[in-house]
């Protein structure tokens, strides 16, 4: 191994690093309460490898969600072309938020939902150049080119819709005290609106 790959690896290793330490303490004790000198003193790493690889707090949530988002893009290329697209679009929610609620968790959501409320730094989350919303558009494209939802509905109208269920039932889960899964709240609301969409 050449000398520049160990040190990229070393490089990867620490971001590695950073991005773990830093998305604990922020489930522990939430965005705004964890400085940088936190994360650089709870991970044995320094400030100049913190912004070596992050720009800032906000970009360690940026890194692991186009990791989730890489997660979803697999999911979809891993449906079958000729496979009906209302059944696809529950099949992709469930393994969505068994990701959410797996690989995430609670407390992890429950920061990112409330560091996104109190900060503008947050769009990612909404950002339309997302996996996750493309996904969710072609998947409703390909419905309405199936014939398979109202035309009453548009394109855009129909990912709102599916992104607000998906947000709310998140929420809901967020508040939740008992061991009720993710996707035991969010399927039956996607049902329904799929099936109030659906012809």
């Known amino acids: 191994m050449t000398e520049l790959a160990k040190k990229q690896l070393r490089g990867e290793k620490t971001k590695k690093k950073i991005l773990e330490v830093a998305l604990k ?4 004790k939430g965005f705004n309460k964890v400085t940088v000198d936190a994360i650089v003193k709870k991970s ?14 906000s970009d360690v949530f940026l890194e692991r969600f186009k990791e ?3 997660f979803y893009l697999e999911v979809y290329k891993s449906f079958p072309a000729d496979m009906d697209p209302i059944e696809k679009l529950s099949i992709f929610t469930q393994k969505l938020m ?8 609670k407390d992890l959501m429950k920061v990112i939902y409330s560091a996104a409320l109190e ?44 992104t607000q269920a998906y947000m709310g039932a998140i929420y809901h889960w967020g508040l939740q005290t ?10 039956p609301l996607l049902q329904a609106l799929l099936k109030g969409v659906a012809k």
Do not use: C, P, W
């Not at 068994?98 to 968790?105: A, I, N, T």
């Open 44 to 57: 044995n790493t320094s400030k100049g490898s913190f912004y070596q690889h992050f720009r800032t707090k």
């Open 98 to 105: 068994r990701f959410l609620e797996d690989e995430m968790g």
């Open 68 to 70: 989730v988002d890489t």
């Open 25 to 28: 303490l922020f489930a522990e």
């Open 178 to 187: 008992t061991d009720r899964s993710l996707e035991s709240l969010s399927m």
């Open 119 to 162: 900060s503008n730094e947050h769009t990612y989350f909404l950002e339309s150049n997302r996996y996750l919303f493309k996904i969710l558009r072609r998947l409703l494209e390909e419905a309405i080119e199936k014939d398979r939802i109202h035309s009453a509905f548009s394109i855009e109208d129909m990912l709102t819709m599916v």
